[in-house]
């Protein structure tokens, strides 16, 4: 099970911090991903980090800007947006996938969803 939170609106240039909550349950041996989904467009990656974060990627679109970390002692793992664009509103959505592997930014490879948080990015 995987609960988002963090989401709300921000003004251009903010910056928000989204977290992912996960049961115990395996946890340690997952990978976790973030992804997005605006409006009339398909779901996109965002971040993922492997189950220890010593590995993470990026979108090009987030680069420089979003920073993914995990704390294994809270099940939990975070989004750090900061000079949040009008272009970065969408509902973002965690997913997790058991495995000691690196990671992907690519929805197919996630088996377990969040219901998603919503981000708004507006002056």
């Known amino acids: 099970q995987l609960v988002e939170s963090g989401g709300g609106l921000v003004q251009p240039g903010g910056s928000l911090r989204l977290s992912c909550a996960a049961s115990?349950?395996?946890?340690?041996?997952?990978?976790i991903g973030w992804f997005r989904q605006a409006p009339g467009k398909e779901r996109e990656g965002v971040s993922c980090?492997?189950?220890?974060?010593?590995?993470?990627k990026y979108a090009d679109s987030v680069k420089g800007r979003f920073t993914i970390s995990r704390d294994n002692a809270k099940n939990t793992v975070y989004l750090q947006m900061n000079s949040l664009k009008p272009e970065d509103a969408a509902i973002y959505y965690c997913?997790?996938?058991?495995?000691?592997?690196?990671?992907?930014?690519?929805?197919?490879?996630?088996?377990?969803w969040g219901q998603g948080t919503q981000v708004t990015v507006s002056s």
């Open positions: 980090i492997n189950y220890n974060g010593g590995s993470t």
């Open positions: 115990r349950n395996r946890f340690d041996y997952s990978v």
């Open positions: 997913a997790a996938r058991v495995y000691t592997g690196g990671c992907l930014i690519t929805p197919d490879e996630y088996r377990y």
